[in-house]
């Protein structure tokens, strides 16, 4: 994207984008779409990763860079540290139910998964971070000041460390939709963010999960920013049955894949907290 470019863009998006309706934004998602099935088609290369200028995510137009990314060599502190080890992540830390003094409402479900190479190794020792919205679709962040009630009882944060399998495992609530500022009437599908480390603060990839079924999706320009239906679908998770708890909670299955064709979509920076 050239400087005049840019300059346009700015001006379309200083001019009010929230004031556009859900029905233009789908309707820009629709052309997008259409144009990258075609060149799908005609190439047979699929887009597994968003474009970072996807128009209908409106503050990815002044967000995203606009110079080739160059590599430099990390500070030496970045390259030994942090090491994290069970000795440091507590195991009530993936519990995000028993964090307070009583229960928080909404639907308890545990979630589960294994994080592997492209190879489908497992990863181990790996830091897994989840943050999410409330079942009111509400964080506890003072920019979120929207109209749903917080609940005292859960904050959305928890942390785990892979065993030998490469499996982590949560129990937590679902989290409810919530409303944004990208358009007229703009929510988000319910989601929980997802951060992995490895051994550096310089290895660290963030991203989300979804739940099956749900009907914002085909409305939701950060999810449509993922071209390919493929890739969209591997930031679903799966309703497992098995890993349901009788009069407990439900379960939800969803693996992690962090190189190779199949590896799971990753946010760029600065996106993480939508």
Known sequence: MGSHEVDDAAEVYSSDAA????????????????????????TGAPEAQPRLDFAPYRSSILRHPTKDLR??????????????????????????TIQHNGE????????TGRVLDGEGHPVRGQLVEIWQANSAGRYIHKRDQHPAPIDPNFTGVGRCITGDDGTYRFTTIKPGAYPWKNHLNAWRPAHIHFSLFGNAFTQRIATQMYFPGDPLFPLDPIYQSIRDQSARDRLVASYDHELTSPEWSLGYRWDI???????????????EHE
């Open 19 to 42: 004031a556009c309706t859900q029905a233009q934004i789908s309707d820009e998602i629709a052309q997008l779409h259409g144009e990258y099935q075609r060149t799908l088609d005609r």
């Open 104 to 111: 928080p409402l909404g639907e308890r479900m545990i979630v």
């Open 257 to 271: 894949v962090l190189t190779g064709s199949g590896k799971t979509w990753a946010e760029p920076e600065g996106d």
């Open 71 to 96: 590599h430099t060599d990390p500070e030496t502190i970045e390259l030994v540290s942090p090491a994290f080890g069970h000795r440091d992540v507590a195991e009530i830390e993936s519990d995000l």
